[in-house]
């Protein structure tokens, strides 16, 4: 049967080679060949096995033609499920490869693929054809050691085989030992990837070697060259008369930092006063860039970083803390350098003036968000509003001010369709020895509201500058999402009697309008976070294309240079021109910089995130293996075929898979997003309010399990092994 089917594949080729064949759909090629319509499947899988070999073609229109397919370079993103997608650098739409078409590609492999399907309207379908070189070179797992030999399970799911390590290679590590593995190999059809052992973590049971695994997985640099760390000794001396020359003096200005309690590197602060009608809103930015020059140990330590990344239990710096906590932080009653946005507000919140300068400052004091939203909060605690109110009362009329401010500025980004999405952040709370004590939502506040505000503002207004200067610059800019996922949305918000206007593009005010009218339902966590998902990311450019998320036509990131390094260097092209230095060379030294630099800092950022929701998610684990057996009220947050997602108030999701549904056999029905009981015709949908057991958490996979109250069922009591 087989050889038949290859010669049916070599008389078709053949027919399709031929010098006189012109594209044609298999209705046509069908007739041609006297195919009779039993067998045009046939026909069908002759030509979908060609186009898979990459021997033959088809357009988006279904016509075959000779020559192979388009072959296509990007990026392997691997799924735990087993697919994936190819990442094209230049091309917002990825390609879905399916298992099957994988290719024995791994997570970060730089590979070639062609196109199989091309559905008008959906994702393209593609197949790997060729490894051009692998992303991953090593994987952190849990090792377990057999008689001659020991193999890896590695932590990051998107690695869907194990890790051989051969006898001798293992370097010592035991059973239960979290490890680092140096592939050798790759692995094929019926090998297994091969690597050895080049670093032990420790035992998969010790504090903290949880997240140095995390760390570990994603390549974070913990240590500093002791170059870096020499020069940041050199460079982080105290602000001296030399250093004040020629600069704008504030230190006579009331201002303060509001930051949360535990923050150290206090990059921002704030003054404002009011003369008539206007506001006078000063941002005073840390003038990180005195500090780390360009080209310097510090300064290319800091570009390989791109950011301080921000673990559950520690906090990985982009600077040495020399600087990050020293010279570069605010703090209250000190002379620091700054680069100041000094910008004059009407009643209507547009700036009607403003000012870029090199400033020194003295910043009056340190708040914390806590203290300002008692003090503005006419619900918080009376005994509490009352000690700070006393505490700072010189301040009290400052923060006044800021409220009136900040309520202006938020109306009119409001009237022109900027996106809020405001979702609780989880705060995990730790013990000396990293084990989470308590999940909390951490909720914004006034306080944190009034600095965004700020933030955002000083950000646009810098970008607009500059983008009118038509000088070299970076941008955050966040485009447009695709009209698919739009559309996507609204089928589904539909099943919720909402909808969104959609004419030839889609526009913020949309979406802005579809999240105020979801305020305060039990849907709105869940329509919230799809909305999210049909975003596309912001991302760093060399090129303005607005904002889409906040509706500006400019933005960038100036407001944490300590935190952040685009902000860092788009400070030294700020300075250069204030200083009258943005000469012709220095603007085509820019030009060729600049494309670098924003890549690699959205990927830099990229990895950060990652990194940091993994910390998160790990602590939650952590914390719901002590709760197994309780009960908790939840929301379902996501339905798919093989179960619920639930969503507890304290933000921990977990799954309720179907075989863990005993009262009846559920099915997925897609158009409606829900399960339905085959027998009861019971339906669990969307934003339901439910009730849950906690009956698994499995640290190395992530996950927690559920099972809805009130059904039988079996689980165990969480004592199993690690």
């Known amino acids: ?36 319509k039993e067998q045009r499947q046939e026909l069908k899988e002759v030509l979908d096995a060609l186009v898979e070999e990459g021997k033959i073609s088809v357009s988006k229109k279904g016509k075959y033609t000779k020559g192979g397919a388009k072959r296509l370079t990007g990026i392997f993103q691997a799924n735990a499920r087993g697919f994936g997608f190819v990442i094209q650098e230049n091309d917002t739409e990825d390609i879905f490869i399916s298992e099957e078409n994988t290719g024995g590609a791994f997570q970060g492999d730089e590979v070639e693929c062609i196109i199989l399907k091309s559905p008008e309207g959906r994702r393209k379908e593609g197949k790997i054809v060729k490894i051009l070189s692998h992303g991953t070179v090593k994987i952190v797992g849990l090792y377990e050691k057999n ?42 059809e019926n090998l297994k990837p091969e690597g050895k052992i080049v670093e032990i973590l420790g035992h998969v049971n010790d504090p903290g070697t949880d997240i140095m695994s995390i760390v570990k997985g994603y390549d974070l640099p913990v240590e500093f060259p002791e170059k870096v760390l020499n020069q940041a000794v050199r460079v982080g001396k105290e602000v001296s008369e030399a250093d004040r020359e020629g600069r704008l003096d504030l230190r006579s200005w009331q201002m303060v930092t509001i930051d949360g309690e535990d ?26 860039s005195n500090y780390v020059q360009e080209k310097s140990a510090l300064d290319r330590e800091a570009l390989k970083r791109g950011t301080s990344v921000y673990l559950a239990d520690r906090v990985i710096p982009m600077l040495p803390h020399k600087l990050s906590n020293g010279i570069c932080s605010l703090n ?143 941008y955050r800019t966040h485009e447009a999402p695709d009209e698919e996922k739009i559309k996507r949305l609204s089928t589904f918000i539909n099943n919720f009697g909402y909808h969104i206007h959609m004419g030839n593009e889609v ?40 904002h889409f998320g906040l509706a500006a036509k400019y933005y960038t990131h100036f407001t944490s240079p300590i935190r952040r390094y685009p902000d860092l260097q788009i400070h030294r092209i700020i300075k250069e021109n204030i200083r009258g ?47 197994i057996g309780e009960e908790y009220e939840g929301v379902i947050s996501g339905i798919t075929k093989w179960g619920a997602y639930v969503e507890l108030s304290n933000t921990v999701e977990g799954l309720v898979h179907v075989v863990n549904m005993q009262d009846d056999h559920y099915e997925y029905r897609e158009e409606q997003y829900d399960l339905i009981g085959t027998h009861t015709r019971h339906v669990y949908k969307l934003g339901q309010t439910v009730r849950v057991r906690v009956i698994g958490a499995d640290k190395l996979q992530r996950t927690v399990d559920f099972v809805f109250v009130g059904e039988e069922q079996k689980y165990d009591d969480g004592n199993e092994e690690e």
């Not at 932590?155 to 592939?183: F, L, S």
Request: overall charge negative; hydrophobic content about 40%.
């Open 1 to 36: 049967m087989e050889q038949t089917f290859e010669k049916r594949k070599k008389v078709i080729y053949s027919f399709i080679c031929d010098d006189l064949y012109v594209p044609m759909k298999i209705k046509e090629m069908a007739v041609i060949l006297q195919v009779p």
């Open 147 to 188: 008689k001659n030999f020991g193999f890896v399970r590695p932590d990051d799911q998107r690695v869907m085989t194990d890790i051989y390590i051969p006898a001798g290679k293992e370097m010592g590590a035991m059973t239960g030992h979290k490890v680092v593995v140096e592939m050798i190999s790759y692995g094929g």
């Open 263 to 288: 923050a150290k590197d206090l990059d921002d602060a704030v003054s404002l006063t009011c003369e008539g009608e206007y506001y006078h809103l000063g941002v005073h930015i840390a003038d990180v």
């Open 332 to 474: 209250a009653g000190e002379d620091r350098l700054a680069l100041s946005c000094l910008m004059t507000i009407d009643q209507k919140g547009e700036v009607v003036d403003h000012q870029i300068a090199e400033t020194v400052i003295r910043v009056d004091e340190r708040m914390t968000y806590t203290a300002v939203a008692a003090i503005l909060d006419d619900k918080a605690d009376i005994s509490e509003k009352m000690q700070y109110t006393e505490r700072y009362a010189d301040l009290v009329p400052l923060f006044q001010r800021m409220a009136q401010l900040s309520a202006i500025l938020r109306k009119r980004r409001h009237k022109r369709g900027s996106i809020d999405f405001d979702f609780p952040e989880t705060k995990i709370v730790l013990d000396q020895n990293g084990v989470p004590q308590d999940i909390q939502p951490y909720e914004r506040n006034v306080a944190t509201k009034i600095i965004e505000d700020f933030m955002l503002l000083a950000n646009e207004t810098v970008a607009e500058e500059y983008f009118w200067r038509e000088q070299p610059f970076l």
């Open 507 to 546: 526009h913020a005010k949309e979406i802005q309008k579809l999240l105020g009218k979801i305020e305060g339902t039990p849907e709105e966590a869940l329509i919230s976070r799809l909305a999210l998902r049909s975003m596309k990311r912001a991302k760093y450019t060399p090129e303005n294309t607005g």
């Open 581 to 627: 230095r943005m000469t012709p060379e220095r603007m085509e030294h820019y030009e060729k910089l600049l494309p670098q630099v924003s890549m690699q800092a959205s990927e830099r950022e990229r990895r950060a995130e990652e990194a940091e929701r993994e910390t998160v998610k790990l602590k939650k684990v952590e914390y719901m293996k002590r709760h």
